[in-house]
């Protein structure tokens, strides 16, 4: 099953207008309402500019994957008729690109080797970087197993345009001088994976939740440290049960229903703020999302970092 997957055509054929965007999802758990909010959310924005939408699998993580996640979230998507464009890129498949990466960010005085605990890391002001970015990484005498390869944060981004929030400022205090590109682990982080894979896909609008504000900043300093104009950036709220508490597969979030698909598009697109009419709520997927471009306008979207699940009578919403 996973190879017919990964073989699956393009299915949702548009004139290529040079916008490209991508769903991102990691396969530690099948999908919810939550990541049918983003996807949908990113599928019709770049559905409604003629662009190409990406599937992305990131699995860098292999000790919070489950088994058959990945395929199931697929048959999810194919299920709500979103279908993505060209084949879909396993992040797992891709470590040749992020050493090389690194070894370019090395080259240019830009990473260090870290020892440190998360606790003292935490100990550090926000202008504080840690003892071992003082020391000299290529000294042979040092033993650099299990260790960390972190960023040298010398540009702190404090600021950036959303296209959906507008413009979103940080205080200085809330930023970290200093992040993880490689983990003691041996496991790529997030931080670098994402960015060398979005500028690799030719990605021209990240399309994504809100709980990834913060990591745009990181985002940011390795764009301008790789040389590369940063992508758009758009960040819908998240979906949450209450104030703060995020719907998400480490809260236990219920699956949804791919049996159900025009009662959970319905939900998606009241969330995203579109009102679906009565007599398309039990018609087809596909005659939903043919509404929902015709209707997609960023303006009807809460321009809120999180928005309550209101969906009725639902578990994941008592």
Known sequence: MANA??????KNVTSDSGYVGRFAPSPSGPMHFGS??????????????NGRWLLRIEDIDP???VVGASESIMRCLEAHHLFWDH??????????????????????GLTYHC?????QLA??????????????????????????????HHNIHQQFFDVLLGQVNFPKLDIPAQFAI???????????????????????????GADLLNATLFQLALYQAFKRPAPKF???PVVVTEPGKKLSKQNHACEINPNDAQTNLTNALGFLGFLLPKELQRGSAQNILNWALCEWDLRKIPAKTECIDNRIGHKDSI
């Open 5 to 10: 997957l990964k073989s699956l055509h393009v």
């Open 36 to 49: 049918l909010v983003t996807a949908l959310g990113s599928f019709l924005q770049a559905k409604s500019q």
């Open 63 to 65: 000790p919070r994957e």
């Open 87 to 108: 084949e879909v890129v396993y992040q797992s498949h891709r470590g040749y690109l992020y050493t090389e990466r690194i070894q370019y960010l090395t080259e240019q």
């Open 115 to 119: 020892h440190c605990s998360r606790a």
């Open 123 to 152: 100990s550090l002001k926000f202008d504080q970087i840690c003892v071992c970015a003082n020391q000299n990484v290529n000294n042979e005498n040092r033993n650099n197993e299990n260790s960390a390869i972190r960023f040298r």
């Open 182 to 208: 490689k983990r003691k682990d041996n496991l790529f982080a997030y931080q670098l994976a994402v960015v060398v894979d979005d500028i690799q896909q030719g990605i021209t609008e990240v399309a994504r």
């Open 234 to 236: 758009l960040h819908f």
